[in-house]
């Protein structure tokens, strides 16, 4: 049975704010509800990017931005263009699905110690 996307997302934050160093934190994404339609509609403010990720927090001085999906979700134009142009300009930006992805791109960039499986 697949988890839902906001599962996934909860237990990222549980991992990564366990880790030392680390304050991580649910970007709300979500747009403003409007009763009228009965739906979500784009805020107008012009600062308040579509596509942004999901968690955005910052270990040992190294600000992260993860974009969680659970593991048949994809991303949406906005969202590629957000973490492409966040990418280019140098900045941590991952699209993840569980814990076990967020620990890996820890562990390629040295953040965390690499998890050692013991046999």
Known sequence: MRKPEAVVEREILIYLNSLDDAFFYKNDTVGIYDAATGGYRKSPNPYVIRGASDIIGI????????????????????????????????GNCYVVRSVEDTRSVLEELEIIPHHKISV
């Open 59 to 90: 270990i040992k001085g190294i600000v992260f931005f993860f974009e969680v999906k659970n593991e048949v979700g994809k991303e949406s134009k906005h969202q590629k263009m957000f973490r492409e142009r966040w990418t280019n300009l140098g």
